[in-house]
């Protein structure tokens, strides 16, 4: 258990380290725009473009679901070494939040 849990820690730093470094490299990126003076309206959409909403509503349903998920798996009568079931549960609930937002999105879509 204690090397799933190191495995989870050694994910959660990387993808730390890789969201900081993205966003400064954008960062890098808008000022080297700015500065070369080369400011026509392609270059201007680019600069202010807002993150997109809907993505932040995917990860808003992805970690409802994985938290539910995660709380169904703490009421469940399991052997935790070598039962199957805790993954198969937070997978089951994960995949009805893909699903969730998929059909929000198709919804919002076809309006």
Do not use: C, H
């Not at 997109?52 to 998920?69: A, C, E, P, R, T």
């Amino acid at each position: 258990m204690e090397a799933l849990f190191g495995f989870f820690m050694i994910t959660a730093v990387t993808g730390i380290i890789a969201v900081v470094g993205m966003e400064f490299m954008n960062y890098l990126l808008k000022r080297r725009i700015i500065r070369s003076g080369k400011l026509d309206e392609q270059y201007l959409r680019l600069l202010t473009k807002q993150g997109n909403k809907v993505s932040s509503l995917k990860w808003g349903i992805l970690f409802l679901f994985g938290g539910i998920g995660l709380v169904v798996i703490g009421l469940l009568p399991f052997e935790a070494e070598t039962s199957p079931i805790p993954w198969g549960v937070e997978v089951i609930f994960i995949g009805a939040g893909f699903l969730t937002y998929f059909l929000l999105i198709r919804k919002d879509k076809e309006i």
